[in-house]
């Protein structure tokens, strides 16, 4: 990506963060790998529902091993950058072991994992245990985000990873897509809990 392009996604990002209207120049184009069927199942599994869903959710048990993190953001308009209400949130991640291991039966993801529901100023937040990476190194801790906006198919944007980390370095960077916005966030530590936040840029549908 040239200097020019990376200037003009930060200047694109800056306004929907403070609530401008992107310019139509400027507006993002359709994702090739917007939709993929292997969601599909998501939207199933919380039909009927999906009003019922939380903005805020406990992923972990409190006995769950590790340390505890607490994530939180907000769910922008790409056309306004104005917050977006009723845009459900799907986060799953591994343990403290880096496993995903144990997940209810019949389920295709992680045992932590959990649905969440924007509220009317977009926020969204959960509490959890700060995941390990995979047992093997391939990969960086990381937290995986799906967005269902209503009645639309679900997609999946950039996974939450954690500044300064393992293997979070200027190439892992450079290979980013800002999908649904920057996934690299910048974890603080306060009285025992990490805390982060991971703002959402809701991605452009093909008209």
């Not at 200097?3 to 929907?16: D, F, K, N, Y």
Request: net charge positive; proline share 8%; charged share 20%.
């Amino acid at each position: 990506m040239s200097i020019t392009e990376t200037s003009r996604r930060h200047v694109v990002l800056g306004a929907a963060a403070l609530g401008f209207a992107i310019p139509a120049c400027a507006q993002p184009q359709v994702r090739r790998d917007l939709y993929n069927g292997e969601l599909d199942y998501l939207a199933k599994e919380y039909a009927g529902r999906a009003e019922a869903l939380p903005a805020s959710l406990q992923l972990s048990p409190a006995n769950e091993p590790g340390e505890r993190m607490s994530i939180s953001g907000r769910c922008f308009s790409w056309q306004t950058g104005k917050p977006a209400a009723g845009v459900i949130i799907y986060a799953y991640h591994t343990d403290n072991s880096g496993s995903y291991h144990g997940g209810p039966a019949g389920t295709r993801h992680a045992r932590l994992r959990g649905w969440m529901r924007t509220g009317e100023d977009g926020a969204y937040a959960f509490t959890s245990i700060k995941p390990a990476p995979y047992p093997d190194r391939s990969m960086p801790a990381h937290i995986h985000l799906t967005v269902l906006e209503p009645g639309l198919p679900p997609y999946w944007i950039d996974d939450i990873v954690f500044e300064g980390e393992f293997r979070v370095d200027p190439s892992y960077r450079a290979a980013q897509g800002n999908r649904g916005g920057d996934g690299i966030i910048r974890l603080k530590r306060s009285n025992g809990l990490w805390t982060g936040t991971r703002d959402i840029r809701l991605e452009r549908h093909p008209t």
